[in-house]
């Protein structure tokens, strides 16, 4: 570029033209001068075009390195972006099924600790029952324990008493009221007056293990309580008057249609054990009966 300038120069350009066209501006041209100028100029302007295409491949070989690199690069870059978040996806699914399993494992164990919860308040009843039982036990055996060999073969004992159950005798003889207490009496005994929750309980729970039926009605026992001297004035045989009234059944004593439902029955209730009595035909129904004795 500087050699072109060079040649381009004011001063240059008039030597140029002295030797072309001759000292004294004769204007008639040196041909040879002017061809072998214009071959000089030529090779000049070729020599710059060398100059300047290999120049430009220089630069644009540098240029096409350095955007080679940096492509190399980023495209290094991409690939590793996209490892990444291949990993990234790869461990949210990881961490998704983690998340569902646990969400299982909870579920299922919610599930187990509510049935097991279940099983539990089922084994806290059954120990509850069983400690009930083994007190009543207990008590049995403390009654038994003091009236051994107090009570005859077939009397069952209870606190200072001894009971007969006519059922545990015959499952099908029954009597009305008057024949039943004939027999206690016969027996030593006199029909059973109920006088304590306790006893209540006793003859409840007994009765219970007697029944052969659901028929409460024909399955009762009589019991030494009457009303035969004053409608609605229930008294014991033992002349002891019957102020209790919890131990009737819901309705009951009602004398039903009038018909002399004068004697006491004892059953046993499903729905209140306390609800145990209730009034029937003393001469024309016919039932087992409880008698009961002291010790001997």
Request: with cysteine; charged share 25%; aromatic share 10%.
């Amino acid at each position: 570029m500087e050699s072109l300038k060079t040649w381009t120069n004011d001063k240059e350009v008039g030597h140029l033209r002295y030797k072309i066209f001759g000292q004294g501006g004769n204007t008639f041209p040196n041909y040879k001068v002017l061809i072998l100028c214009l071959g000089l100029l030529n090779a000049a302007l070729f020599i710059a075009a060398i100059v300047l295409g290999v120049n430009c491949t220089k630069v644009k070989q540098g240029s096409s390195q350095d955007s080679h690199s940096a492509a190399l690069q980023l495209i290094s870059e991409l690939e590793e972006l996209r490892s990444n978040h291949s990993d990234v996806i790869t461990a949210e699914q990881e961490a998704k099924s983690a998340l569902d399993r646990a969400i299982k494992n909870y579920a299922q164990l919610k599930e187990q600790i509510e049935q097991q919860k279940i099983v539990n308040d089922g084994y806290q009843k059954q120990i509850e029952g069983l400690r009930a039982e083994k007190q009543s036990l207990q008590s049995n055996i403390s009654s038994l324990e003091g009236s051994c060999g107090k009570c005859q073969s077939g009397w069952v004992p209870f606190n200072s008493s001894c009971y007969f159950f006519s059922y545990t005798e015959s499952k099908t003889n029954n009597k009305n009221w008057e024949d039943s207490r004939a027999d206690c009496i016969r027996r030593g005994s006199d029909l059973i007056v109920i006088d304590s929750q306790e006893e209540q309980k006793f003859v409840s729970g007994t009765i219970d293990n007697m029944r052969v039926g659901r028929d409460i009605w024909r399955h009762g026992f009589w019991i030494g309580l009457r009303d035969t001297e004053s409608e609605g004035t229930w008294v014991w045989i033992n002349n002891v008057t019957e102020v209790e009234e919890r131990y009737w059944m819901d309705g009951e004593p009602n004398d039903w249609g009038h018909h002399g439902e004068d004697c006491g029955v004892a059953i046993y209730s499903n729905y209140n054990p306390w609800k145990t009595r209730f009034d029937d035909n003393c001469v024309r129904s016919e039932k087992k009966w409880i008698c009961e004795k002291s010790f001997n």
